[in-house]
């Protein structure tokens, strides 16, 4: 192994060369070439009975305000998220149904906030206190909207799952320039 003077002997390290050049032979002359991708997978096509359905859940994601509040246009979010590179009818359903919910739910909540601010705030001069029976008024009638906007968006989702293009009073115009202008 080792010759008088402490170096290793010829045959040893001609051994080492050749393990160490093995695994190149193993591998061939190929061993630098890169590596092949595969393609990412295509995104299959919906079909017009799925792309109702979605629209169709988007609009009656305004019933889980009901329950929780909130919860319906971040579901109608989600979906729009979700469908708005796959599928453009999916996308405008379901943006319509955010913002008319956002209109409808937070508006209302807002402006009720804003008249009953008001109210607390003239009571401090008396004139308030005047104030309360028609602010009672206001918050009953616009109590309603959010209501009839239940009632709204289980039109548009009778809408969708027939297949006909539903627009939202106003929203769905709005939706739609944006669209547009794409």
Not at 136 to 153: D, E, N, Q, W
Request: charged residues 20%.
């Amino acid at each position: 192994m080792f010759d008088d003077e402490g170096k290793i002997e010829s045959d040893q390290v001609e051994e080492t060369s050749e393990t160490e050049e093995a695994p190149a032979e193993v591998l061939g002359e190929d061993s630098e070439a890169p590596v092949e991708q595969l393609p990412p997978p295509a995104e299959e096509p919906i079909s017009p009975a799925k792309e109702h359905n979605w629209a169709m859940l988007a609009h009656l994601s305004i019933l889980l305000n009901l329950f929780t509040g909130f919860l319906g246009p971040i579901v109608a979010l989600i979906i729009y998220l979700v469908y708005k590179d796959r599928s453009r009818y999916i996308a405008y359903q379901s943006l319509q149904s955010t913002i008319f919910q956002l209109v409808v739910w937070v508006g209302v909540g807002l402006v009720i906030g804003a008249i009953w601010l008001i109210t607390l705030a003239l009571s401090i001069f008396l004139i308030g206190l005047l104030c309360v029976p028609f602010s009672l008024l206001a918050t009953i009638f616009l109590l309603a909207v959010p209501l009839a906007s239940l009632v709204y968006g289980v039109y548009a989702a009778i809408h969708c799952s027939r297949g006909e293009d539903f627009r939202y009073w106003m929203v769905g115009d709005w939706v739609r320039g944006t669209y547009e202008s794409e």
